[in-house]
Nanobody
């Protein structure tokens, strides 16, 4: 059974940092593409970052480039999202997602993924 469990959310002041973790199980880690998404109240779920480890492909949405970093620890079957220089507009529920296969730019698309975690809340105060 594929499972994804996010952690690391919280409340932080603008300019601060958080690191989100997504612990995955039930599949061979590098056979899948893993994505981070976020959804603010009243908005669509937005792809933030994604990684296809086997082909070394990483994508970011423009609004987080230079501030967020996605990485993996294959030994721990964990994907991280390091978030720096946080802004109030980064406030959202953050979700990780997984899909078998290696994807390019489509890895930021919500419809690419079958498996989702339960989400972790990030709030950035001004």
């Amino acid at each position: 059974e594929v499972q994804l469990v996010e952690s690391g959310g919280g409340l932080v002041q603008a300019g601060g940092s958080l690191r989100l973790s997504c612990a995955v199980s039930g599949f061979t880690f590098d056979e899948y593409t893993i994505g981070w998404f976020r959804q603010a109240p009243g908005k669509w779920r937005e792809g933030v970052a994604c990684i296809s480890s086997r082909i070394g492909r990483i994508e970011y949405v423009d609004s987080v480039k230079g501030r967020f970093t996605i990485s993996t620890d294959n030994a721990k079957n964990t994907v991280y999202l390091e978030m720096n220089s946080l802004k109030p507009e980064d406030t959202a529920a953050y979700y990780c997602a997984a899909e078998r296969g290696q994807y390019g730019s489509t890895c930021l698309s919500f419809s690419t993924y079958e498996y989702w975690g339960q989400g972790t809340q990030v709030a950035v105060s001004s």
